[in-house]
Every structure is written in C-alpha cells, then in structure tokens.
C-alpha cells in the first residue's frame, strides 16, 4: 500500500484519487477550495459521474480516502504526489500550466524526502522537465525525487470503469526507482494483465495527445462524410457501419453528429497544434479537424433553421438534451449550447431539457429556458431536436408528441430514430447524413 497525494479534486482528480484508493492505497485529495472540500467531506460530489458517489462513500468510510486543503502537510505525509489540476486553453489555444506550475513549485517547497511527483493532467511535451525544475529551484535543502508522466484516459460517463479496467497504462519516466514506485500503484492491473506502456516522460506526454487528435479525428471525419452522404443520397450510419467492419479502422468514433465537446477534445488538439507550431510544424490535419468541428455547429444551426422554413423570428425550438454526451453534466463547448445561441441570436426562442445538467445551462447561458421534462420541451414547440442521446430520449411518445407541438417536426442530431419510422408516425424527419 502507498501514501498517495492527489492535487486536485476535478474530475480527474476526484476519480483518480477514489480508485486508487478503491486498490488499497492511502490518498488524501487536496483542494484549494475550502468549500469543495467540505462538500467532498459530507459525500457530496462536484458533478455528476455514474457510480462515484459509491465508491466515495465506501472508501471515505474506510479510511482509505481523505480530503484536505493543505497540500503542505500532504506532501510530507505522501511518497507519492499525482498533479490532476486543470490546463485549460488559453486565447492562443495553449494549454494553460499555470495551476501546473504552482503545485509544482509547492512541492518543492514541502518535500522532506523521495517523492515521486506524477502528472496526471494533460500537459504538453516538455512539461515533465518543466516540472523538474521548478520542484528543484524551490526546495528549501536537496531532496531526491523524480518527475513522471501518467496520462489519464477517462470517457466522462465511464470513468470508472476507464480507471478499473483501463485499454493500456502509460508510464513515462527515466528512473528505474519511479518506475517500480507508480508500477507498485498499479499493481492491481498488472493482476489483469493490463498492457503497461513503459517509456520516457515526454513520450508519454505526446501519447495522451496523439491519442485525443486521432480520435477527434475520426469524429470530423465522419462528419464530413455525413456532408456529402446528404447531398448525394446516401446513407451515413450505412457507410460508417461498412467502414467499421474493416479492423484496421474499427467501429467506434465514427458516428455523425453535431460534432466533439467535452473538457479534452476541443482542448487538446488546439494545445497540439500550438505546441507542434512551437516546436516547428505546424499539424494541417489537427487543424482541419478543429475547422470541420467548428462548421458542424453552424451546418446543425442551418438544419434546424431551414427545417422552419429560413425564418427563426417568432419560431419556437425545443431541444433534448445539452450536456456534450450522456450520462455526464459537463456542458464545456456542448454542441446543444452552441447551436442553441446561434438560434437565439436569429430569432428563435429556445427551450430544453436535460437530465442532470439544466441548471448548469442556464448558468452558462441565460438567454436558455429550461423546462423539466420532455413534454414540457415539446409542448408549443415548432419543432424539436434530440441533440444527447440519454437513455430516456430513445423511446419517445411521437403520437403524444406530436399533440402538443406547434408543427410535428423532429431533427434527430444523434441518428438515433429510423427516419422511415418516424415518418409513417406523422413527423417531417430531419437527421444527420441520411436522405
């Protein structure tokens, strides 16, 4: 069992922290903000993520998992320190170390002996040395320690299950003592026979990010073959369904929609083709990736606003769903939002529903109503969009439906309906990439 500190209590942070300890470990969770804190100490949870309240609750219970706001007393309690603070982009597009850089050089203050200082958080190639030598510059008298890189790969919405039964464990570091230190945490998958990918920092570094832009990739991909599919007659999910069939390309990533959102797609592959600008190349693929992406909102928006016939001035658009994927309330450049403001500004007004996330909304955008049912989204709607495909919008009442709106016309962003079906239910069908 290992004394683990892990800085930050976001969603990497929270996760990473509770299925350490969920192995056995000892992790204390710091956090800044008092308030989180508290909250974390109550068994309260900062955002929503399948089966984490759970696993909080057991292992707080257990003593295995504490939460505290001094990363001072942390680090010298700790062998090993996990930074899963936030780089958020900045206006350049670069990802933002300054969260980064501070617990580092707090570390480095703190340390009363060998640590091992993990970053967790996606960080640019060269970061791992960055931190080396802030923790270096800042340490009151000489301590050892090492620096090592450990992406994260967790789907929001499955995190756990991401964390237990992971596709790979990457670690990067040139210490032969770091190495048996984190392959010592991770012991539990080496039981599982999970593939441990052991390299250098700054190769680990561009792993997490090679990995993020290849699968963004697949999604602007697909999306622009929805394009075409819809001016020459074809069928997207069709096409996307025979291209999945080959195993050299695969099934998953390749499903047309309104385009990627999250905290780590948009993110990272602007921070890639920053850093790569920076280093001497500047990425055209990434950069189309993030051009196509960014057209998707607009080409929904016109969908929608064509659908109503060009005009939004007085129209009423009901959307489901506004969280950039299911079963998460993270709304961080959601597609729904977008598309949402693009029909506001022309007119419209717009009214949602969204499991879990509606208030988030409405924070983010006040200009939204949200109502708190699928009924209440469609009821005087002149037309209504499934945008996230919870589970609960993929049985909808049509017939019920259809009493309540405006117009019986339905835009399914997601491809979840046959459209043939739904026409012989009385509704005018739009949907992404099908004729």
């Known amino acids: 069992m290992k004394s683990i500190c892990v800085v930050g209590t976001g969603y990497v942070g929270l996760v990473t922290g509770t299925c350490l300890a969920d192995f056995g470990n000892s ?8 308030e989180k804190i508290d909250s974390l100490k109550n068994g309260e949870i900062p955002f929503y993520e399948p089966g984490l309240v759970e696993m909080v609750s057991r292992n707080a219970a257990s003593g295995r998992l504490t939460f505290s706001t001094s990363l001072k007393e942390s680090v010298k309690k700790c062998e090993v320190i996990f930074i899963a603070v936030g780089t958020p982009s900045d206006d350049s597009g670069h990802a933002d170390l ?3 850089k501070n617990v580092a050089v707090e570390i480095g203050q703190e340390m009363n002996g060998y640590k091992v200082v993990v970053t967790k958080s996606t960080v640019p190639t060269g970061t791992g040395a960055l931190v080396a030598k802030l923790i270096k510059q800042s340490q009151s008298e000489p301590h050892e320690f090492d620096v090592v890189s450990n992406p994260e790969f967790l789907r929001e919405g499955s995190a756990i299950e991401d964390f237990m039964r992971p596709d790979r464990i990457i670690i990067g570091t040139e210490s032969p003592r770091a190495m048996d230190v984190i392959s010592e945490v991770y012991e539990p998958l080496y039981l599982l026979e999970t593939p441990i990918v052991k390299t250098d920092v700054a190769t680990a570094e561009m792993i997490k990010y090679a990995s993020n832009a290849f699968l963004a990739t697949k999604i602007s991909y697909i999306n622009e073959m929805a394009n075409i599919c819809e001016l020459v007659g074809a069928d997207v999910n069709v096409v996307a369904h025979g291209m ?3 195993k050299r390309i695969g099934p998953k990533f390749l499903h047309a929609g309104a385009g990627f959102g999250g905290s780590c797609f948009p993110k990272d592959t602007k921070a890639l083709v920053h850093f790569g600008g920076q280093a001497g190349y500047k990425p055209r693929i990434i950069q189309a990736v993030i051009d196509v992406n960014e057209e998707r909102r607009v080409h929904v928006a016109r969908l929608i606003s064509n659908a ?3 005009d939004l001035a007085g129209k009423t658009v009901g959307i489901l769903g506004l969280s950039f994927k299911p079963n998460t309330d993270d709304i961080r450049d959601a597609p729904a939002l977008a598309i949402a403001e693009i029909l506001i500004r022309q007119g419209a007004t717009v009214k949602a529903f969204d499991p ?3 208030a988030l909304a409405k924070a983010e955008m006040p200009s939204l109503e949200i109502v708190d049912s699928i009924n209440g989204t469609a009821e005087g709607a002149d037309i209504l969009v499934l945008m996230t495909e919870w589970n609960e919008f993929r049985d909808l009442d049509f017939p019920g439906i259809a009493k309540i709106m405006k117009s019986p016309k339905f ?15 009385g509704f005018e069908n739009h949907s992404i990439g099908r004729p």
């Open 27 to 34: 992790v204390i969770c710091v956090d800044v903000i008092q």
């Open 411 to 425: 835009v399914d962003c997601r491809n979840v309906y046959e459209p043939r079906k739904i026409r012989e239910l």
């Open 356 to 358: 879990v996330c509606g």
């Open 308 to 310: 109503l016939g060009g």
């Open 98 to 100: 300054s969260y980064v």
């Open 244 to 246: 999945g069939l080959d």
